[in-house]
């Protein structure tokens, strides 16, 4: 089997995973990132990006962002945090902060806002909706990642084939989420991995 053909088995195999996931409520037995071990080449640290002028701290902890009245299309987000070393950190904290459907931020309280903790395995499960368009930006996502005692990572997550990507000076392709088929699914399931320094 080429190198192509497993990484292509790799990510087939991911893909069912957040399908998975959303059916038994847990994100359990996620495999790490291809790159680790697929090919023998260590990951990469995820990019950094500005966390925008819409950071809020102390949100709430929850792993769903869904909020009453939400029309938009659902999200489940899952994956894992680990090291170059692909290694998992466990308890890495997640915070997440979007726009809404019709592209605004809510900065009074905490609508489309909150963080979540990785389990010990690394992996994380988090179900909010797609969120919409901020003027001047391509659809995203804003991730603070941190280990534990460690330097926090912000970036911001991208979906694949959205028209204004190109147009988006920030847009990064390594920092889209890979998405499974529908096949039925209750909302779009997508992965992401993120690797820390370390």
Same mark, same amino acid.
């Given at each position: 089997?080429?190198?192509?053909?497993?990484?292509?088995?790799?990510?087939?195999?991911?893909?069912?995973?957040?399908?998975?996931?959303?059916?038994?409520?847990?994100?359990?037995?996620?495999?790490?990132?291809?790159?680790?071990?697929?090919?023998?080449?260590?990951?990469?640290?995820?990019?950094?990006?500005t966390a925008g002028p819409y950071?809020?701290?102390?949100?709430?902890?929850?792993?769903?962002?869904?909020?009453?009245?939400?029309?938009?299309?659902?999200?489940?987000?899952?994956?894992?945090?680990?090291?170059?070393?692909c290694r998992p950190v466990a308890?890495?904290?997640?915070?997440?902060?979007?726009?809404?459907?019709?592209?605004?931020?809510?900065?009074?309280?905490?609508?489309?806002?909150?963080?979540? *903790?990785?389990?010990?395995?690394?992996?994380?499960?988090?179900?909010?909706?797609?969120?919409?368009?901020?003027?001047?930006?391509?659809?995203?996502?804003?991730?603070?990642?941190?280990?534990?005692?460690?330097?926090?990572?912000?970036?911001?997550?991208? *979906?694949?084939?959205?028209?204004?990507?190109?147009?988006?000076?920030?847009?990064?392709?390594?920092?889209?989420?890979?998405?499974?088929?529908?096949?039925?699914?209750?909302?779009?399931?997508?992965?992401?991995?993120?690797?820390?320094?370390?």
């Amino acid at each position: 089997m080429t190198p192509a053909e497993r990484r292509r088995r790799l990510l087939a195999a991911g893909f069912a995973l957040p399908l998975l996931a959303w059916r038994t409520g847990a994100a359990q037995g996620l495999r790490p990132t291809p790159a680790c071990g697929a090919d023998g080449t260590a990951p990469s640290a995820t990019p950094p990006q500005t966390a925008g002028p819409y950071y809020m701290p102390n949100s709430p902890q929850r792993g769903v962002l869904v909020e009453a009245g939400d029309s938009a299309p659902r999200l489940l987000l899952v994956g894992r945090v680990l090291t170059t070393a692909c290694r998992p950190v466990a308890g890495a904290l997640l915070d997440v902060w979007h726009c809404d459907a019709e592209g605004h931020y809510d900065n009074a309280g905490f609508r489309h806002r909150g963080h979540l *903790f990785a389990d010990a395995s690394g992996a994380y499960r988090l179900e909010t909706i797609v969120p919409g368009l901020y003027p001047g930006r391509t659809r995203h996502i804003h991730i603070r990642v941190q280990a534990p005692n460690g330097r926090p990572l912000t970036t911001q997550l991208y *979906f694949p084939e959205e028209p204004d990507n190109a147009g988006d000076g920030l847009w990064q392709r390594r920092l889209e989420i890979t998405f499974a088929p529908r096949a039925g699914a209750p909302a779009q399931a997508g992965r992401f991995d993120f690797v820390l320094d370390g």
